[in-house]
Structure formats: structure tokens, C-alpha cells
């Protein structure tokens, strides 16, 4: 079975940092780009970092470049974000996923997605 599973989320203050993983099995993980999103509540789904493909080549939105930082360990078949310097407003449930290599942050292309991690900022 093809399947994504993220780990890490929690509940953090203002200023700290988390490290979400996402544990692929089923497939190959050098095979894929793999992208990490987030959706808060009352929003639309947002990208934030992809690697692009079995070079690591990566990717980071304006948004988080600074703070967040994308990785994988293939020998694992796991991806991670670090975030860091958390603010209140990065509260949201946050998703990875795989899909074609070359693909960055385009949701529709992405056909394998984690169930989420939820990420809680306080003040």
C-alpha cells in the first residue's frame, strides 16, 4: 500500500521550533517530488517546500524561506520540516505529499497524501 504518514506536530510557543517527518512506504521515495503543505482553519491549503527530485534540488516559498527548511533521508524513505522561529499564525494542519518528479507545490499533480499533523502556536 502506498502511504504517507506525518509525525511531529504538538503544541508550541511562540519562537520555537518543531521537526515534522513524513515516513513513506509503498514506493520509492527517490522516485518522487515530495512537498509539504499546510491549511489553517478557514483557509485554503497552502505550499510550502518541495524537493523536486532524486538530486535533492529544493524549493521554499517566500513565505517560510528563513524559517522552514524541507529535507529528506532516502536511505530512509522519510522527508522532514524543520520550522523554526514559530509565530501564532503558522497554526495549522500540516500535510505532505508525492508526486511526479519536477512538480513543485502544484496540489493537483500530487497523487499520494499524508492524513496531517496538526501544528499549534500559542502567544
Known amino acids: 500500500e502506498v502511504q504517507l504518514v506525518e509525525s511531529g506536530g504538538g503544541l508550541v510557543q511562540a519562537g520555537g521550533s518543531l521537526r515534522l517527518s513524513c515516513a513513506a512506504s509503498g514506493f520509492s521515495f527517490d522516485e518522487y517530488a515530495i512537498g509539504w503543505f499546510r491549511q489553517a482553519p478557514g483557509k485554503e491549503r497552502e505550499g510550502l517546500a518541495c524537493?523536486?527530485?532524486?538530486?535533492?534540488?529544493?524549493y521554499h516559498t517566500d513565505s517560510v524561506k528563513g524559517r522552514f527548511t524541507i529535507s529528506s533521508d532516502n536511505a530512509k524513505n522519510t522527508a522532514y520540516l524543520q520550522l523554526n522561529s514559530l509565530k501564532p499564525e503558522d497554526t495549522a494542519v500540516y500535510y505532505c505529499?508525492?508526486?511526479?518528479?519536477?512538480?513543485?507545490?502544484?496540489?493537483?499533480?500530487?497523487?499520494?497524501w499524508g492524513q496531517g499533523t496538526q501544528v499549534t502556536v500559542s502567544p
Open positions: 505529499a508525492a508526486g511526479p518528479p519536477g512538480s513543485c507545490l502544484t496540489e493537483w499533480v500530487y497523487t499520494v
Open positions: 524537493i523536486l527530485d532524486s538530486y535533492g534540488e529544493t
